[in-house]
């Protein structure tokens, strides 16, 4: 049975939109102060860990990264409880301070040269608070949206909430790449990549004061003003088996695979370009922000088809379509960024050499770069580093780097392939906020669907690039698969598999508690 939502209808559809657009934009903040961390990963890993080993100091990055994830079911379990007995609007205020403050408290830290271990220590901290807020905030933009919502179109409106997080990475790389563009290398280097951390402060303030003058949401309200609010929605969500039941189902049958497929789209696509196929920095954030401006309207699309054909059809063809082509799509990037794959133009080849000092050891460094180009229009640059140490005669050996520009055909290729990647994430993650929130009922709503939604992208999501960097480091390392570089997406193929399999056989398409 359909509970009519307690405000006269003139009134709801006047301030519905005003409602979408606050709660998404405090939501697309707190992604963006999320994700900016992710998307300077490798700079960060130079400047908070140990810089003697970088496969090391960037694993311990993701790791880091990482945490932010894991911790956010215990978020959604603590800001969850406040959200359905305080109310959604003041709770996901809280998080949306402790989010901003954590974001600029990083930029503020020094570097692992200054305090040593203390570095790493601190950020670890400071980005567990930022996965903290983040599992509260999600739950209660998403629940407040949709109790404001018409039922029959739950989907379409909660999709815009969906768009934020797209929007807060695009955001992330937007800012990165302007503050990159406006300094010299070494300048931002030094301390130009600590701007983006700074620049959440300033939208945290105007979020907070936008929200505050928001209202209850009426359902809550309506509640509350019947006594119909829970007083321990831990154990009624958690402790009583029938509504266990279907906070298991939500995880195991549609936000594990939802995760898993979001982070692979996104974030193993960006980690996948720099770190396995050594696309330029800045190529590969314009590779990836030009897939996630084209693809982001289908959020909301695959949100509005929700409503008209239900929600399980759309997200489990989009788990479908992600576990067959996932593998032929990632080793076409390779091969598009592949140099064995083009014709170098030997008479253009490039080399010079120049000779520095450290001007904190004192040190002698001889950098060599050597430039190779090809047909396609592609640029492969190496660089090798040899040092000697003050009283030695003779260089160390060299330490090598390099990165591919690629050509403008393959640019396009990449962002159609990354296009791909980014809709079906579209199609898993557009319904599934619509989806969470109908299947329980408002009295334990906040609670019930924050904690399966942080687990699924949290725990199987947030995990991921870790967990695949180090399958495809493994494979590279034992050198026994003849395409080592894949290896990785075993990971988000096979939990996408199993969830797709429960979501088959268990999930309804229509769920009946839809007030």
Not at 95 to 100: D, S
Not at 264 to 271: C, D, E, P
């Amino acid at each position: 049975m359909q509970e009519t939502i307690p405000v006269d209808e003139t009134t709801r559809k006047k301030t519905l939109w005003k409602v979408i657009g606050a709660s998404s934009l405090g939501t697309l903040i707190e992604w963006y102060d999320f994700y900016i961390f992710g998307s300077l990963a490798i700079i960060i890993s130079t400047k908070f860990f140990p810089p003697d080993n970088p496969t090391a100091a960037f694993l311990s990055t993701l790791a880091t990264f990482a945490a932010g994830f894991v911790v956010r079911p215990f978020g959604a379990l603590f800001f969850g409880r406040l959200g359905d007995i305080i109310g959604r609007k003041y709770t996901f205020m809280v998080t949306l301070l402790v989010m901003g403050l954590a974001t600029c408290a990083i930029g503020l830290v020094p570097g692992y040269e200054t305090i040593g271990f203390a570095a790493p220590i601190i950020v670890l901290v400071l980005r567990l608070l930022q996965g903290l807020a983040l599992g509260g905030e999600y739950g209660g933009a998403a629940t407040y949206v949709a109790e404001y919502s018409e039922p029959g179109k739950r989907g379409y409106r909660t999709s815009w909430i969906q768009t934020t997080a797209t929007f807060g990475l695009f955001i992330s790389l937007a800012v990165i790449m302007l503050t990159k563009n406006s300094m010299s290398a070494e300048a931002f280097d030094e301390w130009g990549w600590r701007l983006p951390f700074l620049i959440s402060s300033v939208m945290v303030v105007v979020s907070y004061f936008i929200r505050r003058n928001m209202d209850e949401s009426p359902l809550f309200k309506k509640a509350k003003s019947e006594g119909n609010t829970s007083a321990n929605p831990l154990r009624e969500s958690f402790g009583k088996k029938y509504n266990f039941k279907f906070v298991l189902l939500a995880l195991f049958g549609a936000t594990m695979g939802q995760g898993v497929i979001w982070y692979t789209g996104q974030f193993y696509a960006l980690s996948f370009l720099q770190n396995v196929c050594k696309v330029d920095f800045d190529q590969t954030n314009y590779i990836i922000g030009a897939a996630l401006l084209a693809g982001t309207g289908f959020f909301v699309f695959f949100g509005w088809l929700s409503d008209k054909v239900g929600r399980k059809p759309i997200m489990l063809a989009g788990m479908l379509l992600a576990i067959l082509t996932y593998r032929p799509i990632f080793d076409r990037i390779y091969q598009l960024t592949d140099t064995g794959n083009k014709t170098e133009l030997v008479d253009q080849y490039t080399s010079r050499q120049h000779v520095e000092m450290d001007g904190d050891t004192g040190d002698s460094l001889r950098v060599t770069t050597m430039e190779r180009f090809y047909a396609d229009g592609s640029v492969h640059t190496a660089v090798e580093t040899e040092t000697k140490a003050v009283g030695q005669s003779q260089f160390s050996a060299p330490i090598a780097t390099g990165h591919i520009h690629v050509g403008s055909g393959a640019f396009a290729s990449l962002v159609l392939l990354v296009f791909v990647l980014v809709l079906y994430v579209t199609m898993v993650y557009g319904p599934i906020a619509a989806f969470l929130v109908e299947m329980f009922p408002v009295r334990i709503r906040y609670t019930s669907m924050s904690l399966p939604y942080h687990i699924g992208n949290g725990i199987f999501g947030g995990l991921l690039p870790a967990v695949a960097t180090y399958l495809v480091a493994k494979a590279q390392f034992t050198n026994s698969l003849e395409k080592p570089y894949l290896e990785g997406l075993w990971y988000p193929i096979i939990i996408a598999g199993v969830s797709f399999v429960i979501g088959l056989l268990y999930l309804r398409n229509k769920n009946q508690n839809v007030q």
